[in-house]
């Protein structure tokens, strides 16, 4: 699993392209702010490919909403096989989460199994690309309005408000 690069075309490879930094991107979104010394500089929404596409996964995920593969926009990214070897144990996380919460069809025991036996499974890692371009669906309704530094730091409020834990609820739920 993860023993190849990542292509991503139509659609989901723009939205990728247009939160994070690639200067060949022409619906890029760049927001920039001034520095201590007044200068201006320019930031994005993810630092990298593989940052955006991971945290789309873990929101396809958490969302249950998945995508199918997209070829109607000429767009495309590629996320090399160094990179993803290199985040190959946040990616094994994640589809551990995925097998962990959406397999309801096993028995927990046999979820826990596949989840940690799944290294080998293609089917397993086009259900994970699913999700992340479901997740990559979700982030772009999030900001596709965004237009300021402000827009995004209103949307990343609402966005990190909308995909944390309420800690204090959750126990609360726990002792009632």
Do not use: W
Request: a negative charge.
């Amino acid at each position: 699993m993860f023993n190849k690069p990542f292509e991503i075309t139509g659609k989901h490879a723009r939205i990728i392209k247009t939160y994070s930094p690639d200067n060949t991107a022409k619906d890029r979104i760049v927001f920039s702010k001034p520095d201590i010394r007044n200068k201006q500089i320019e930031f994005n929404i993810f630092g990298t490919f593989i940052y955006c596409y991971t945290l789309a996964a873990m929101v396809g995920i958490v969302e249950g909403r998945k995508a199918e593969v997209d070829k109607s926009e000429k767009y495309e990214v590629t996320i090399f096989l160094d990179i993803i070897q290199n985040y190959s144990s946040l990616l094994k996380r994640i589809v551990h989460f995925m097998i962990l919460c959406h397999h309801n069809d096993l028995t927990v025991d046999g979820r826990i199994k596949k989840a940690f036996k799944s290294e080998q499974d293609d089917e397993i890692e086009l259900e994970f690309h699913a999700y992340a371009r479901g997740g990559l669906e979700i982030i772009d309704e999030y900001f596709q309005e965004c237009q300021t530094a402000e827009d995004v730091i209103y949307h990343l409020y609402s966005f990190i408000n909308d995909y944390s834990l309420d800690f204090d609820d959750e126990a609360d739920e726990d002792y009632e």
